[in-house]
């Protein structure tokens, strides 16, 4: 009877413990997501950025009958689109919660990086 006893809590304890290991790692994924997502964020918002760059440093453009073909503009759109972005202006920065870290700190602390 003692052995079934024994049995029966040591299946308990491991239970007990795959769980908790199962629990940290999924925290761990959703830290890191949060990290690449806001790493994404940034590379997304400095690549338009970039492509804005050369049309906002374009001299103005002289009056003529019809306006100019903006091919650059519409190669740029086509190229964002392709690549699953839908929104052409960049988003405001990140918002910082009320204790003074960011999602990220807190993803990077959760990782113990």
Do not use: C, M, Y
Request: glycine share 6%; charged share 25%.
């Amino acid at each position: 009877a003692a052995l079934k006893i024994q049995s029966g809590f040591r299946g308990l304890q491991a239970r007990r413990e795959v769980d908790a290991l199962k629990q940290e790692r999924a925290k761990q994924v959703e830290a890191a997501t949060k990290i690449q997502a806001g790493f994404r964020g940034l590379q997304a918002r400095q690549h338009v950025e970039s492509l804005r760059k050369p049309v906002d440093q374009a001299p103005p453009p002289v009056p003529t009958a019809s306006p100019p073909p903006a091919e650059d503009v519409n190669d740029a759109i086509a190229a964002l689109l392709s690549q699953g972005q839908t929104r052409a202006t960049p988003s405001p920065g990140p918002v910082e919660p009320a204790d003074g870290t960011s999602e990220e700190e807190q993803a990077a602390a959760a990782l113990k990086i």
